[in-house]
């Protein structure tokens, strides 16, 4: 799905990703994982086409992001890790303007908001304007607004901070089935337990370099540890 090769960008004389490749597969949850300032955000922006590398090349399901950007914008969601939403639209009318942006049709989204409002626990709110959400409820109609479409990929940048803990089990429990459905998905994280128990395969970036990429086992031996994944991580990015 994701298929990164030789990608460089600079701001400055501060080099944020340094000559990383990666791939991720269909029907894979891949975490990816570094300190703050590693360069975690700024290549899951790359990614989704709001900043441009400098070299190297990024596709998505084949497509290239920079030369063919809408086509592949429609592939996948992504959720920032500080959504910015429309405050003045109720969560509803939020979700149907998204619905309507990828030609969701309206027996589709119907369907859809109902399954996600019941499983966020947000049906009750739906139709109150998003400037009385709270933190937490923001998070959980910008996930909704995410998974309106039903992506193949579903890219996110800390999806789980903001979510009570009934939330953000149930996430994961949604990730893994749409990956059970030959979809992917590539998310960073600071949570090593959620990486260590979700993630098929994980990639350790810092100061812009990959510095280990694979299964948790496969990692382990990379790193000539038997620990846990947040031991080695400590090890590897000190």
């Known amino acids: 799905m994701i298929h990164i090769e030789h990608v460089t960008k600079t701001f400055g004389t501060k080099t944020a990703v340094d000559n990383i490749s990666l791939e991720v597969h269909k029907g894979e949850i891949f975490g990816f994982l570094g300190p703050n300032g590693a360069g975690k955000t700024t290549t899951i922006k790359m990614i989704v086409g709001l900043l441009a590398q400098d070299q190297g090349t990024i596709e998505v399901n084949g497509l ?16 920032p890790d500080n959504p910015e939403l ?54 959980k109609i910008a996930l909704m607004g995410a998974l309106i479409h039903d992506p193949d990929l579903l890219i996110m940048d800390e999806p789980m901070v903001g979510l009570d803990p009934k939330s ?32 098929d395969r994980i990639a350790i970036i810092n100061k812009g370099k990959i510095i280990a990429i694979g299964t948790l086992e496969e990692i382990k031996k990379q790193a ?15």
């Open 224 to 238: 000539e540890d038997e620990g846990s994944l947040e031991r080695i991580f400590l090890e590897l990015t000190e």
């Open 168 to 199: 953000s089990f149930r996430l994961k429990e949604l990730m893994r089935e749409r990956c059970d459905l030959g979809k992917a998905v590539f998310f960073s994280t600071h949570v090593m337990e959620v990486a260590e128990k979700l993630c």
């Open 64 to 79: 290239n992001v920079r030369e063919k950007p809408i086509e592949s914008k429609r592939l996948f969601s992504y959720l």
């Open 86 to 139: 429309y405050d003045k639209l109720t969560g509803r009318k939020y979700l149907n303007f998204l619905a309507d942006v990828y030609g969701v049709s309206k027996e589709d989204r119907e369907k859809r908001i109902s399954t996600y409002g019941d499983l966020f626990e947000m049906s009750a709110d739906l139709d109150q304007f998003i400037s009385g959400y709270s933190h937490g409820m923001k998070q």
